[in-house]
């Protein structure tokens, strides 16, 4: 084939003809101009022989007026960026090489976007594929509709800019960029006339010219406009108001789901304001901070009016879900991206997901992004904050995505440099969580593969007080507005926690050596514990952030009981008489012993009673269960103030009708005990028992237990029909000292996981009501019992099923390891029962 060119010869002369790869982006004042330099290419093209497309943003009329024998393709960028620009790939990709293509101008995204941003991020992303596909593209861009920073990025990706403009009825054209073609006249404006390209080359030509043309005006974001017509609008009647509130709820939150329509209800035109006004970058703020800002709505309207006063403000800053676009995009990581989605859909490896998971945390932001991030960190000072997932499906009903992403404390100490750079690596974190295996696992398992899924981030002031140069609130936790699973059938359900003193994590994760402590808010001073073994099995160790050394740390309780004001702690911890007497007895002295139990902050500073009204508030709300995080500190007077960090629907299993629990047979019982379960009601056969058996698993060393785990993991992945794991210790532990050291991917295929305790090795069950490890039992449908067999109302007798034949040899072939502390019994005629109401759990033959 000849050489390709503009149609208009002069021009090809000027700028050396058209380069198969070229996208030609032409700055035009009008959509008419475009077209008269359009049409000359569309008909060069086709007298060449040429597939020629029109691809069409489904907004106008295509711009060309003859369409004989062209290709019309409509591509709806309403569906979203994700989709919209995959399936402008799909396109590409299908028609193959040498395709010649007119596009819609890159304007009409706007009004899907509502970014400027978008519009850049979607040109660099799709540019260089139509180049890696030797096309050519005209791409019209109309002047003074987009940014300088939308313009120099477009600038920067294209191969040919040429700017177009008309004067008194004729046409120049100034090329601004021909990618490695040069002469001596080439960037001189031109006359086009007759097919001629005629250089304007004295300087007198040149400055009527200019001077004559519209001085080009910078726009600001697209976004920026949408904001600034919401601020106009305030002050307008209650119609413009209404409109420019759907307008940022649709941009902020999107159109679709639950979470959207509670947003319609709660949140203000001053309140979506207020989110944009600290909002960087442009997109949706995702499913953890809307869930957050929602609460915070319903708490301070006015129909909970009292409760307000008890909540501390909140100054959170939000990373729009765009910017993490914009991070693939800038870094060269789109084509990844892509990649790793569509190995998802088609059930394949996860090959460009775990690259793109190697390769973010060390990607760059741009130049305007740092800006912005540094505007941040000086609103924040040196206070420490974190930084939070918040991904789109995040949080959401039905998937809270529980411990699945990460988020990262930034202690924030050191020079602003140094500052930025710890945040700009928190960020990275957040994002690469994205694509972590966890976080996939979870999405295949739900069906959400396919869903957009783009990491918005949350920036939150850590609450707390410095002490002595530790930074902690006086207490953090977790609590449930309903629960299903009470060790005390006499309670009503009045909503349960979860706290511990000091940062958060430790009520979250059950991944520590430690305990956190469990409140019904029925009756706070009940305990699942025996009253002896509260000191045992108290808190020990408390996560704070120590500005000296600029870290997380985790610091024994003494530590910080020295730095805490007296008449503070005095409302956490109480002294333990009996464990003092029992150590007299034995002729030991020393400190008495103290039990973390929030007596005095539950009690006189009234923490019980507002967790109370603030979850059965929320839940009348939510219309459904809710499940918030928190933390707790004190105002002038003594009472507990609540800082609420995050809430989102709680998951929960219906209880169903009772079936009824037979009476124990004991020579066919495995299992017998009183409270202590979670899962419904229950009668479920059960095909196979799993078990660890605790004394071998105390003899192997620490690899040897790791190595039990991933055996775990391998059965959980093979499993046929109904399986109950049994076990030592705690499940879904990072410690091998406390348990087994598996992951909920680990366990995910079981119907039941049973904890026992072993006191020889000091194994034990963590009531982990509330954790993450919790959430995803509760999502998945896993039944749960922690078996206390030293108390009366337990029977336990694993010699049934170590009675039984091992199959473990023949389910992992080779691994001798594995079927000397695994036992694996098919148990044909074994039914669990369960029932909530009387807290009984029976799991017998017959």
């Not at 109370?612 to 929320?618: E, K």
């Not at 202590?676 to 003899?699: E, I, K, Q, S, T």
Request: charged share 20%.
């Amino acid at each position: 084939m000849t050489r390709p060119g503009t149609g208009i010869p002069g021009l090809d002369a000027t700028i050396d003809d058209l380069r198969i790869g070229d996208n030609v982006v032409w700055q035009v004042d009008s959509e008419a101009d475009f077209v008269a330099v359009a049409e000359p290419f569309v008909a060069r093209a086709l007298a060449d022989g040429r597939r020629v497309l029109y691809l069409s943003f489904g907004q106008r009329q295509p711009l060309l007026p003859d369409l004989t024998g062209v290709e019309v393709h409509t591509l709806d960028p309403f569906a979203g960026f994700e989709r919209f620009a995959i399936a402008v790939h799909d396109l590409l990709a299908q028609v193959g090489r040498l395709g010649f293509y007119v596009i819609d101008p890159l304007s009409d995204l706007h009004r899907a976007w509502r970014s400027d941003l978008m519009v850049a991020n979607f040109f660099q992303a799709t540019c260089p594929f139509l180049f890696e596909l030797d096309t050519i593209a005209y791409f019209p861009l109309l002047r003074n509709r987009h940014s300088y920073a939308t313009v120099a990025a477009i600038r920067e990706t294209t191969q040919v800019l040429l700017d177009l403009h008309r004067l008194d009825d004729a046409l120049y054209v100034q090329p601004l960029k021909v990618w490695q073609r040069h002469s001596p006249t080439m960037f001189f404006p031109h006359l086009l006339s007759g097919g001629r390209a005629l250089s304007l080359t004295s300087s007198a030509a040149t400055t009527r010219l200019f001077s004559s043309l519209a001085r080009r005006i910078d726009q600001p974001e697209v976004w920026q406009g949408v904001v600034d017509e919401a601020w106009t609008a305030l002050d307008g009647a209650a119609p413009e108001q209404e409109a420019a509130r759907a307008t940022l709820l649709e941009v902020l939150v999107g159109a679709r789901g639950r979470m959207a329509e509670l947003s319609r209800v709660s949140l203000r035109l001053v309140d979506l304001l207020a989110i944009a006004s600290r909002l960087i970058g442009t997109g949706r703020i995702g499913g953890k901070s809307l869930g957050m800002l929602v609460a915070r709505a319903i708490l301070e309207s006015d129909d909970a009016a009292p409760l307000a006063a008890r909540l501390e403000p909140h100054d959170s800053f939000f990373i729009g879900s765009d910017v993490f676009v914009t991070f693939l995009v800038s870094n060269g990581w789109w084509p990844l991206w892509t990649a790793h989605k569509r190995e998802s859909s088609s059930g394949g490896g996860g090959g460009a997901a775990e690259h793109l998971h190697r390769l973010m945390p060390g990607g760059e932001f741009p130049r305007a992004l740092r800006e912005d991030f540094l505007q941040l960190l000086e609103h924040f000072g040196q206070a420490p904050i974190i930084v939070r997932s918040s991904s789109l499906l995040e949080d959401d009903y039905g998937n809270a995505f529980a411990g699945k992403y990460d988020s990262v404390f930034c202690v924030n100490q050191g020079s602003p440099a140094e500052r930025l750079a710890a945040f700009e690596n928190a960020v990275r974190t957040v994002y690469a969580s994205a694509v972590a295996v966890p976080a996939l696992q979870y999405r295949a398992d739900r069906g959400l593969l396919e869903l957009d899924e783009q990491m918005a981030i949350l920036v939150q002031r850590v609450s707390g007080d410095l002490h002595d140069g530790l930074f902690l609130p006086l207490a953090a936790g977790v609590a449930n507005s309903s629960s299903l699973y009470v060790w005390d059938a006499a309670l009503p359900d009045a909503g349960m926690a979860r706290l511990v003193t000091g940062l958060g994590t430790r009520a979250v994760d059950r991944t520590g050596g430690d305990y956190a402590r469990i409140v019904s808010l029925a009756d706070p001073a009940s305990s699942p514990l025996e009253s002896q073994d509260q000191v045992r099995w108290t808190q020990r160790r408390v996560d704070v952030l120590d500005l000296a050394t600029d870290e997380l740390r985790t610091v024994p309780v003494e530590q910080v009981r020295e730095v805490v004001a007296p008449a503070d702690w005095r409302l956490l911890a109480r002294p333990d008489a009996a464990a003092a007497q029992r150590l007299r007895e034995r002729g030991r002295s020393g400190a008495t012993p103290e039990v973390i139990d929030f007596g005095g902050l539950l009690g006189a500073a009234g923490l019980a009673d507002l967790l109370r009204q603030v979850l059965a508030t929320l839940a009348q709300a939510y219309r459904h269960p809710v499940d918030i995080e928190f933390t707790v500190n004190l105002d002038p007077d003594g009472d507990a103030v609540l800082n609420l960090v995050q809430c989102r629907p709680l998951q929960t299993r219906g209880v169903g009708g009772s079936t009824g629990v037979p009476e124990v047979v004991p020579g066919r019982c495995l299992l017998a005990a009183t409270g202590n379960f979670m899962g419904g009601n229950l009668r479920l056969p059960v095909d196979l028992v799993v078990l660890v058996r605790p004394g071998a698993y105390l003899n192997l060393g620490q690899p040897d237990r790791y190595a039990v785990a991933r055996a775990i993991g391998v059965l959980n992945r093979r499993l046929v029909g109904t399986a109950l794991l049994i076990g030592p210790g705690r499940w879904g532990t990072s410690m091998p000292a406390l348990g087994v050291p598996t992951h909920f991917t680990d366990l995910n295929r079981f119907a039941g996981l049973i904890e026992t305790t072993y006191a020889e090795g000091g194994f034990r069950p963590e009531l982990s009501y509330g954790s993450h490890f919790f959430q995803e039992l509760v999502e998945s449908g896993v039944c749960y019992a922690a078996v206390f067999d030293d108390r009366p109302d337990v029977l336990f007798r694993p010699d049934l099923v170590l009675a039984l034949p091992n199959e473990c040899g023949a389910l992992l072939p080779g691994d001798t390891l594995a079927a000397s502390v695994i036992h694996v019994a098919a148990t044909p005629g074994l039914m669990l029962h369960t029932d909530v109401t009387q807290q009984r759990l029976v799991l017998q033959w017959g």
